[in-house]
């Protein structure tokens, strides 16, 4: 079991950039897939990036291909998302989890969830 702290969240413009964090508290960290969701008022929560244990496979939604970029640091048991060219329609609250199905988009798949950071990009 891994604790996930996010951070990096925040209001931006249209067009702006984010770089969100997420560290982890425990020894298991390196040999966890780690994901990122989000989820907007009165919508369910949505997959938007993954990255398997050793950073070699990544997988993203279609929304924020070429946008987002999901990258990891095994020695500082942390995990990226660096957000680019945001829009409006990526105002959600984000979180990030850990498990160990692969760098897949199922949340049922990732055990371990961390508290989230807000993100609001204005028009």
């Known amino acids: 079991q891994v604790q996930l702290v996010e951070s990096g969240g925040g209001l931006v413009q249209a067009g702006g950039s984010l770089r969100l964090s997420c560290v982890a508290s425990?020894?298991?960290?390196?040999?966890?897939?780690m994901g990122w969701f989000r989820q907007a008022p009165g919508k369910e929560r949505e997959f938007v990036a993954a990255i398997s244990w050793s950073g070699g496979r990544t997988n993203y939604a279609d929304s924020v291909k070429g946008r987002f970029t999901i990258s990891r640091d095994n020695a500082k048991n942390t995990v990226y998302l660096q957000m680019n060219s945001l829009k409006p329609e990526d105002t959600a609250h984000y979180s990030c989890?850990?498990?160990?199905?692969?760098?897949?988009?199922?949340?049922?798949?990732?055990?371990?969830w961390g508290q989230g950071t807000q993100v609001t990009v204005s028009s």
């Open positions: 989890a850990a498990g160990h199905g692969g760098p897949v988009v199922h949340e049922i798949l990732y055990d371990d």
């Open positions: 425990g020894r298991t960290f390196s040999s966890r897939d």
